[in-house]
């Protein structure tokens, strides 16, 4: 249990530190563009990336997903790993080439569609070249976290955007709003040659050339299994337009806001903590899903793991929702603070739930995964329907709860059945104490802000050292720092026993 411990939280800090330095990356890019071209400037870039978030998503056909399990699944096996890197590679060249061609023979009518107007077509049309870029990126990380290259990826990601946000500023300097566009284009090129490089010493097999035949017939259960995980993102993309249009049609396009400042904060804590999570535990499950008590094993590391590291955070923003959301927007977003708690503590159960909804990834089942999402997305939108007469904008919180809890129900239930997976006395203790803890903070903060702000930071230090003492015990003594805070602890009249 300490080698598989140690390697996930290895790779946590790895990649979590990447992913602060991606957003640090971000702000700074759009504070310059704020600066530069004002609202209008930002308007566009969210366009474009939109566009190509969209399109990219579909052509792609979630070949990165399902590439990173047959790497992962064949480790030890280079001429395996070497087809389907270069089938990935291959149909990333391809189906970009394809979406690129499409999107600039299309670039009036999709400039027309997004802005109301074809003056924007030419940078319109060159987002098809991004996402040729963006695909081919995607066959090449799909290699690295497959093969559980971790530092490499990391490296990946922060100079490509490194490289693209300071190209994108000078280009929005010297040529305004048609210097956005460069912001798309370069990023990915640079992680590719980034990726490229890092990647020119992975083992290769020896074998010739594919042929057409053997290139297809890898294809073809790679693209049916993506097309299903490419269904499943595309499901979340249109719950979520489904659930702006809804607010703002009952309740005001006031309320839409409300809702995306809330619905923002709540997915970049916990989506930048799944990302540090899922860089090396979805490749390492995928190598051991055959095996009931290793995946069994690996799925309680992960969700104690996450928990741990990530409940005591989700405690304190419950508390300070109301002042986070003065700072991160203004006065007039206080109104969605009591949406944030909700979704918050619904974060609790996405938590526990995230480390079982990849065993259906890692084992080849679609149409599992493909109904659990939809489960999801159908449990959050009829319950915000059925909620917004009583609630108002607040039940898109509660339904998020709601939601989540259900899922976190049907997703034990499956995978119980399936791997006959088992929750352990300490998955079972983090999830109820986390959870009961949020509640109570939410409770609290119905009476008083100020009494749930300062129990909050209460609980978050309290559970933050629980917390650090649950990760000291799974991985053991175990480097230099490690070794110290063992020796703290047992200074304290508290010493860790290791877990076995």
Sequence with gaps: MSDNSRGLIKSMMIVGSAQILNIAIGIVRMKMVAVLVGPTGVGLLGIYNSLQT??????????????VRDIAANKNDVNVQSR????????????????????????????????????????TGLVGVAILFSLIL??????????????????????????????????????AEAG?????????????????????????????????????TAWKPMAALGVVFMIGGLAGSSTLL?????????????????????????????????????????????????????????INDQAQLGLAIGGPILLGLIGIAPWFMTVLYSREFVPAAEMLQ?????????????????????AARPRIFLMTEIFWNAAF????????????VEAAGIAFFIAYTLYFTLLHILTRQLFDYRLE?????????????????????????????????????????????????????????SIRLYKTFATLYWPIRRME
Excluded: C
């Design 54 to 67: 969209t399109v990219g998503g579909v052509a792609g056909l979630g070949l990165g997903t399902s590439g």
């Design 84 to 123: 389907v890197r270069t089938v990935l590679l291959i149909a990333g060249l391809l189906q970009g080439a394809i979406a690129m061609v499409l999107v600039w023979l299309f670039r009036e009518q999709l400039a027309q569609l997004l802005f109301s107007e074809s003056s924007h077509a030419t940078e």
């Design 138 to 175: 995607a066959s090449q990380t799909a290699t690295l976290q497959g093969l559980r290259r971790i530092g490499d990826l990391g490296m990946v990601t922060v100079l490509g955007a490194l490289v693209g946000t300071i190209v994108g500023i000078v280009a929005v300097w010297l040529k």
């Design 180 to 216: 956005l566009i460069w912001f798309l284009l370069v990023q990915p090129l640079a992680s590719v040659l980034v990726a490229a490089f890092v990647s020119r010493k992975l083992p290769r097999s020896k074998k010739s050339s594919l042929t057409t035949s053997e290139i297809l």
């Design 242 to 298: 489904v659930a702006r249009s809804l607010i703002a049609r009952d309740l005001g396009i006031d309320a839409a806001g409300l809702f995306s400042a809330s619905w923002g904060v709540a997915m970049v804590y916990v989506g930048f903590l799944l990302a540090a999570m899922g860089a090396d535990f979805y490749p390492r499950l995928a190598e051991v899903i055959y095996d009931r008590d290793a995946t069994s094993r690996l």
């Design 342 to 362: 909700w979704q918050t503590l619904g974060n609790v159960f996405k938590l526990a739930s995230w480390p079982m909804g990849f065993a259906y990834v890692a």
């Design 381 to 392: 939108i009829g319950l915000l329907w059925i909620g917004m007469p009583f609630f108002g």
């Design 425 to 481: 006395k300490l998955s079972l203790g983090l999830i109820g104490v986390h959870a009961s803890l949020a509640a109570l903070v939410l409770a609290l903060s119905q009476f008083s802000t100020l009494l749930a702000a300062g129990v909050s930071i209460v609980l978050l230090t309290v559970t933050a050292v629980g917390g650090l003492r649950i990760v000291l015990m799974k991985i053991g003594p175990y480097g230099r720092l």
